[in-house]
Nanobody
């Protein structure tokens, strides 16, 4: 079992930045691919970004490309989501997720059902 805990959410003005962290505990001896998802009120869960084991492959949703950056520090069992130039439409609960299996197809990477473990989420609100 792996437990994921997100932190770093909050209220920020449009154009501002936040950095979310996702720290894993438990069975962290296995390297996991990590994904970030978000869900706004009344909307379906949305893929945000992905980083493979060892950080070899990185993908972003078109809506955040160029503004968000994923990184990982395996020594700290932590994955980060740096969010810059935030917009009101980025307002959502952000979740990190860990996938134990290898995924190559983008549609799998973007599918939350392919991930084994989820954090509890952290609220990000972008508003003036």
């Amino acid at each position: 079992q792996v437990q994921l805990v997100e932190s770093g959410g909050g209220l920020v003005q449009p154009g501002g930045s936040l950095r979310l962290s996702c720290t894993a505990s438990g069975r962290t001896s296995i390297a996991y691919a990590m994904g970030w998802f978000r869900q706004a009120p009344g909307k379906d869960r949305e893929f945000v970004g992905y980083m493979s084991r060892l950080g070899v492959s990185i993908y972003y949703a078109d809506s955040v490309k160029g503004r968000f950056t994923i990184s990982r520090d395996d020594a700290k069992n932590t994955v980060y989501l740096q969010m810059n130039s935030l917009k009101p439409e980025d307002t959502a609960v952000y979740y990190c997720a860990a996938a134990a299996k290898l995924m190559y197809a983008l549609r799998s990477i973007q599918n939350g059902n392919e991930y084994n473990y989820w954090g509890q989420g952290t609220q990000v609100t972008v508003s003036s």
